[in-house]
T-cell receptor, first 114, second 114 residues
């Protein structure tokens, strides 16, 4: 089984709808992250969490919210989806915040907002 | 400002040949980590190799090696004996001390032909 899973893998929704993307991990890592990937722009950080009680904004948090329900679960919500939120979304985990710590990514969720 | 630059949008290499993917970085921090990820057409982000700023030896992982030139601020990925399955997007990323995000470059698309 994969260490980092994301659901759904693909989602098509309409403008104005609320949508939640979910991430679960079995790696036992404290830190979890949400990124989005747009063509030609690489990955950009939306939110990250050090633990259940510690959530921080990344560089592009506007229009998104998150919830860390447990050490293993980190959800990303789009309260009112808009077309420019169409992107590939990745969840990632790492054991600590040290420079040596690799971030391990889930398989991604491809979101299309019509 | 911290930045990763990948100047090669696309590269071609013949099977069994070696290929170098370029990455330069910009940071004023002394402590940082450099990572390479592979993204095949299926979309997942696969960790390949890591180099720490204080590491004296270049990192190697199987057919992957990282040509780290600190003075030039470059961290090029070398893939030896290319295989058809190496065809993918490759991203260089950096993590600096006391921050919790990975800074990604825009990626290089590698195509391996028979």
């Amino acid at each position: 089984d994969a260490d980092v899973t994301q659901t759904p893998r693909n989602r098509i929704t309409k403008t104005g709808k609320r949508i939640m993307l979910e991430c679960s991990q079995t790696k036992g890592h404290d830190r979890m992250y949400w990124y989005r990937q747009d063509p030609g722009l690489g990955l950009r950080l939306i939110y990250y969490s050090f633990d259940v009680k510690d959530i921080n904004k990344g560089e592009i948090s506007d229009g998104y919210s998150v919830s860390r329900q447990a050490q293993a679960k980190f959800s990303l919500s789009l309260e009112s989806a808009i077309p420019n939120q169409t992107a590939l979304y990745f969840c990632a985990t790492s054991p600590t915040g040290g420079v040596t710590d690799t971030q391990y990514f889930g398989p991604g969720t491809r979101l299309t907002v019509l | 400002a911290q930045k990763i630059t990948q100047t090669q949008p696309g590269m071609f290499v013949q099977e069994k040949e070696a290929v170098t993917l370029d990455c330069t970085y910009d940071t004023s921090d002394q402590s940082y980590g450099l990572f390479w990820y592979k993204q095949p057409s299926s979309g997942e982000m696969i960790f390949l190799i890591y180099q720490g700023s204080y590491d004296e030896q270049n990192a190697t992982e199987g057919r992957y090696s990282l040509n780290f030139q600190k003075a030039r601020k470059s961290a090029n990925l070398v893939i030896s004996a290319s295989q058809l399955g190496d065809s993918a997007m490759y991203f260089c990323a950096m993590r600096v001390y006391n921050t919790d995000k990975l800074i990604f470059g825009t990626g290089t698309r590698l195509q391996v032909f028979p």
